[in-house]
């Protein structure tokens, strides 16, 4: 039996109750119909109680109080059709007709009664707050105003209905003995039970909430960890893929780096040596800087034998630098030493138009169907002691010497030796100079004066770099050497080496 009550209570609080609804939507319906069949039974023992007096009394007055008792049951139909904010209104002045009706039928119209029904009407004023969402705050407030006025119109209300009734047939004592008190109870007993319910169910709802952060937090977590799994997975692959692409290039560098030491060396076995050049002058220096390990730049060196004694000296700029001006050189120093040293052609002029010709069918030979563009700017000088005479040609390269505290310059060709296929003839002319005391000369690639720096970044420039010459002529040769690689090291400053730097100076 109790088991069956429970249901049937259970049954009638949950009408109008959906699985869409949060939990305290839910459980302001089931206070809702809580509260209408809760104050249904409280009123029932009235009505019983008063059967028998108000049936003698008015039929119509009984009538009502039975209205009254069954809109209290009809607040779980009226949730049960879904018309929810509906029925709390409803049960709200179900609440305030009952307690005005039935209070002023049974009291007399002495202050104390009036004030006792106020209070019970005052106490209803907290219903609002419990049956309405906090944000439904139109509802709150019109049904907190029908309260109030209800409270200030109980006064009229009372004489009106006691009208009805004879003084001495009223149900004298049941509104203090009975009525009053029994409905404070009631009312105080669904407050704190509305107010723990919906606090459970503010629970119900919070632990809801965060039981559903908590998965989605979790869910993160998991993703999370399986990212970083994935990116630790991915950047140990990664470097392990680099430590070997390091390795292979460490070992490249390593091969490269060895084949480009290797060819210096064959460069420096190959080429002259700066002392077989000083020490066939009075005086004479070599100021050769390479941009790499390798250079393009290079110079030339024979002396004829016999008694005719010839000096020939040559300075001479590839195309290019590092490996590839590296090997430019080899092939014209071998051509040089064919063409002179064995050859005999001591002339300038002479030299460079043969060292063109070689230079040209040999590259040709190399790359037959495409365009060579390889080559090389020379200037070439031939000493004769015995006249006391100097003999230059260049390739697109000038000689400067100093005469006087003078500086002057014999032009070189506009044609390069070997490079493009343009030109059908080469012209290259042959300067001589007598010699003088004193005179100092020049051979020199254009790497120093095209090298970029100063405060403005800018290159050296021919017209500074002949100045220079000119400044340092009168000093010693290893003095001028000296010279010209601090003024280069102040030049340059920061920025890196432009090209091959290579310049040669003799006092004959």
């Given amino acids: 039996m109790k088991q ?113 029904n106020r209070l019970v009407v005052f106490t209803l004023i907290s219903f609002p707050f419990l049956l309405f969402e906090n944000r439904q705050r139109t509802a709150i407030a019109g049904s ?63 632990l809801k909430e965060a039981r559903a952060k908590n998965n989605v937090l979790q869910t993160q977590q998991e993703q999370l960890k399986e990212f970083n799994e994935n990116l630790e997975n991915l950047v140990d692959d990664r470097t392990r893929e680099l430590q070997t692409k390091t390795v292979e290039l460490e070992q490249a560098y390593n091969q490269i780096t060895d084949s480009v030491y290797y060819a210096k060396r064959i460069q420096q076995a190959v080429l002259t040596d700066p002392p077989d050049v000083i020490r066939n002058f009075d005086e004479a220096f070599v100021f050769f800087k390479p941009k790499d390990i390798v250079s393009g730049d290079f110079y030339w060196f024979a002396e ?90 260049g390739a697109k390269n000038p000689l400067y010497y100093v005469r006087n505290g003078e500086i002057k310059q014999l032009l070189g060709s506009k044609f390069p030796i070997g490079g493009s296929t343009q030109y059908s003839y080469k012209f290259f002319e042959l300067q001589e100079l007598a010699i003088e005391p004193g005179d100092v000369f020049y051979l020199a690639s254009d790497g120093f004066q095209d090298q970029f720096g100063g405060e403005f970044g800018k290159k050296f420039l021919k017209s500074r770099f002949r100045n220079l010459l000119q400044d340092i002529s009168h000093l010693s040769m290893p003095a001028q050497e000296q010279q010209l690689h601090t003024t280069l090291e102040q030049w340059q400053g920061l920025e890196a080496q432009t090209d091959d730097i290579l310049v040669v100076g003799f006092r004959a």
């Fill in 4 to 116: 069956r009550l429970i249901s049937f209570w259970r049954l009638i609080s949950h009408q109008g109750v959906t699985d869409t609804m949060d939990d305290l939507s839910k459980n302001r319906v089931i206070l809702t119909n809580r509260l209408g069949t809760i104050i249904g039974l409280f009123f029932l023992p009235v009505i019983i109680f008063d059967a028998e007096v108000v049936l003698k009394l008015s039929v119509t007055t009984y009538f009502l109080e039975v209205i009254i008792l069954s809109a209290c049951f009809l607040v779980p139909v009226i949730n049960s059709f879904g018309w929810i904010e509906f029925s709390k209104f409803f049960v709200l002045i179900v609440l305030l007709t009952a307690v005005s009706v039935l209070g002023g039928m049974a009291s007399d119209l002495t202050p104390a009664n009036i004030a006792a």
């Fill in 144 to 206: 907190v105003l029908l309260v109030v006025v209800t409270f200030f119109l109980i006064d009229p209300i009372f004489h009106e209905l006691s009208l009805n009734l004879p003084i001495d047939k009223k149900m004298k004592g049941l509104n203090n003995n009975y009525f009053t008190p029994m409905f404070c109870i009631a009312v105080l007993i669904f407050i704190l039970m509305g107010s723990k319910q919906l606090d459970v169910g503010t629970v119900l709802t919070l």
């Fill in 304 to 393: 004829t034998p016999g008694a005719n004694k010839q000096l020939i000296l040559a300075v001479a700029d590839c195309t290019g630098h590092g490996v590839p001006g590296a090997f430019m050189t080899i092939m014209a120093n071998d051509f040089l030493n064919e063409i002179i040293n064995s050859q005999k052609i001591t002339a300038p002029d002479r030299i460079l138009y043969e060292l063109d010709q070689k230079l040209i069918d040999t590259l040709r030979k190399q790359s037959p169907d495409s365009e060579v563009n390889d080559g090389l700017d020379i200037a070439i000088v031939m000493i004769d002691e015995a006249k006391n005479r100097l003999c230059f040609a």
